[in-house]
């Protein structure tokens, strides 16, 4: 079955600290994968997704992903940490075969310090 | 461009009283989803839209959900008759095409329920 595990529920790092989410997910083949921010209050926006190619992606406001199929994970992260950082990030997997299944994990909340 | 707009952003009622939430879409986006956010987890698919058919509503618990999307368009989430555990975020999602996992989704800001 198809699943998204984020391991970390608080992470508290300091500004300009580098930053790293983890993300692992269980399907049968590779997926689809994404990366959502959620400030609070707010609805979620995509910082950046994986299809296939380049296993290094790049997103929105400094942010990349690393997808490890032997690892099975697609970590998040930041060089440099901004106190605008501080939200909840959530990552999803799509399935890609013909079913539509599109899951959640359960997100972590990053802190930053000042 | 708007935005994926939903309302209202806060409804607090009593236990057995039904309610209502809204969306619209962006312009032109033929899939809507409604979701379930939890405090600390993740949005959860209650319902998925391609145009007016209701393609995936297998998390929907019907007994006391309805939705609709009549148009094709904007859509309306109901429960009636609430209970305590209905309280939680009610997120609405719209993307691009029909049926496909990788669309990105666009996220309005939801709707916070307060069950007393």
């Known amino acids: 079955a198809q699943s998204v595990t984020q391991p970390d529920i608080h992470i508290t790092v300091s500004e300009g600290a580098s930053l790293e989410l983890r993300c692992n997910y269980s399907?049968?083949?590779?997926?689809?994968l994404f990366w959502y921010v959620q400030s609070p209050g707010q609805g979620l926006q995509l910082l950046l997704k994986?299809?296939?190619?380049?296993?290094l992606v790049q997103g929105i406001k400094g942010f990349e992903a690393e997808f490890k199929r032997s690892q099975s994970s697609f970590n998040l992260r930041k060089p440099s940490v901004h106190w605008s950082d501080a939200a909840e990030y959530f990552c999803?997997?799509?399935?890609?075969?013909?079913?539509?299944?599109?899951?959640f994990g359960t997100g972590t909340r990053l802190k930053v310090l000042a | 461009e708007a935005g994926v707009v939903q309302s209202p952003r806060y409804k607090i009622i009593e236990k057995k009283q039904p309610v209502a939430f809204w969306c619209n879409p962006i312009?032109?986006?033929?899939?809507l989803y409604w979701y379930l956010q939890n405090l600390g987890q993740g949005p959860e698919l209650l319902i998925r839209?391609?145009?007016?058919?209701?393609?995936?509503d297998s998390q929907l618990p019907k007994d006391r959900f309805s939705a609709e999307r009549l148009k094709g368009v904007d859509s309306t989430l109901k429960i009636q008759p609430a209970e305590l555990g209905d309280s939680a975020v009610y997120l609405c999602?719209?993307?691009?095409?029909?049926?496909?996992?990788?669309?990105?989704?666009?996220f309005g800001p939801g709707t916070r329920l307060t069950v007393l």
């Open positions: 999602a719209s993307s691009p095409g029909s049926g496909v996992s990788y669309n990105e989704q666009f």
């Open positions: 312009s032109g986006h033929n899939t």
């Open positions: 994986y299809f296939s190619g380049d296993t």
């Open positions: 999803a997997v799509g399935s890609t075969s013909g079913t539509y299944k599109y899951i």
């Open positions: 399907y049968g083949a590779t997926p689809y």
């Open positions: 839209y391609e145009n007016e058919e209701a393609v995936d």
